[in-house]
């Protein structure tokens, strides 16, 4: 009996369909990583937003209770931080908002890696537990200065130290890549937060009216 010959090909891949296979699913894993990687910066900066806004209502409470004047404008004397925070110390500007701000958490940005959020406002409560800056030029009567913002600034490209933070009207500010990709949020005295590229940042110091902006940076 004559064994019986088949005229079907092999199905069996060839090298190169696999490879082939192979470069597409690793594109495919790439867009996917690269989307939700932007889906979570959008996130952070979304939620950064929102801890300004909660902190730019904290101000607003405090100073309904103290005179119509910010923590920074108000001596230590009458329970205000007004000398440190004009050493560029921020942190007993958010310490004696303790009562408003209600908990530490909304003082650490989301993309914020360097700092953790605190136990409380008391005992160990320092730099490495905020994230964002308090404007010692903020006024009601000048709704477009800086109340607050993350503190990621660089000028002439050289990243920022804490402390007194001295940004003249058309200085060469920008953000540095530490967070939101180059961005930055700012919260303004009338209560609004910006989400600001280095060149609007340029353009709102000079909207603040202000020659030299005066910022404690943590």
Known sequence: ????????????????EVLVTVVAVCLLALVALAQSENSQAKKQIIDCVNN???????????EGDNG?????HVSTRYGGAMEP??????????????????????????????RSVANGFAFGFD????S???????S?????????????FAINGVPVNSGLLLLATNGPVSWTAARHINQGNIGLADGSVQTTSSSFLRQMLVQTGVATNRLALP
């Open 132 to 138: 964002y800056f308090a404007g010692l030029d903020a």
């Open 68 to 72: 119509d004047r910010l923590p920074q």
């Open 1 to 16: 009996m004559k064994p019986r010959c088949s005229n079907h090909r092999s199905h069996a891949l060839t090298i190169i």
């Open 52 to 62: 300004l806004k909660q902190i730019g209502l904290a101000y607003r409470l405090w």
């Open 85 to 114: 925070a004009t050493r560029g110390n921020v942190t007993p500007i958010f310490q004696v908002m303790s009562n408003e701000l209600s908990t530490p958490r909304v003082l650490i940005c989301p993309s914020d890696p360097n």
């Open 140 to 152: 009601d009567a000048q709704p477009a200065t800086f109340l607050s913002g993350v503190d990621n």
């Open 127 to 130: 730099n490495s537990h905020v």
